[in-house]
Every structure is written in structure tokens, then in C-alpha cells.
């Protein structure tokens, strides 16, 4: 029976000493998981993100298995794979990240109010490739002439 507790014991430490290893490796990159907590974290402090509905894994994950890349213009085929690659993996590759925007103003003479949430990744030393997880409209305006003749400058 001691025999029996000692070798539960052993295989408990082994089992606990290779869980920490696995974390430890995880912890190397960067994990969805923590990008997403650290995303929704800076998000509940801006004043329109705190309205939004907190971004989650399985979001990020599905907006990028569900990317139809034929009616996206200028998406390689190597670009797609990699986000491809991150909703297998759910692991960012190194310089990802993922951003928010809050508004834009032009177009047809409006100014609206955005909830984006973007996907970036690097794609070469000077360049990469955003990618929409989630493009919330919250609302538009009419700008004011003051506001158009600002924006065309």
C-alpha cells in the first residue's frame, strides 16, 4: 500500500512538473487568450469601448475561419494562411497586435461613431496587414461646414 502512495505521489509531481513546463513554454509567446484580456482591459477604459461588449477568443477566432479572402482586394495567399495559422493555433506571431477605433469622418459628409476592432499583423520589417474582427456602426451625424472644411485639410 505505501509502495502504492509513493508511486501516486511520483506520478502527481511528474504530471505538476510537466503542466508547469507547458505553461512556461505558452507563456514564451504570446497567447490569444492574454492578447484578448489585455484588449478588453484597455477597452473598459475608453469611452466607447466601455459600451461594447468585451471581445472574447472564440470572436477572433471565428472572424478569421469565416474570412472570405476572394472578396478581400490585396490579401495574399500567405497573409490569410498566417491568420489562418493564428486561429489554429491561437497564438499571435511576434509584432501582432490587436487595436480598436472609435470613429471616422468624410464620407458622404458624415461623422460617425465606430466600435472596429482590428487584427494586425507584421507581413515585413515595414509592413503588414490589418484585419476587421468586429465592425460595430453606433451612430452617424451631418458634419458642419466647420468640420468638412477641417477634414479637407
Known sequence: MVKLASLVALLYVSMATGAAAVQDTASDATSLKSAVAEFNRTASANPVGKTQLALTEAEVVAAIRGWIPEKTPGVTADVFEQFQEIAESQTLPDGAELSSCTGWSGYRGYRFQVWWIDLSIKTGDHSGY????????????????????????
Not at 146 to 152: G, P, Q, R
Open 130 to 153: 490589418t484585419f476587421r474582427i468586429r465592425d460595430q456602426k453606433i451612430s452617424s451625424r451631418k458634419m458642419s461646414q466647420e468640420e468638412l472644411a477641417e477634414d479637407k485639410q
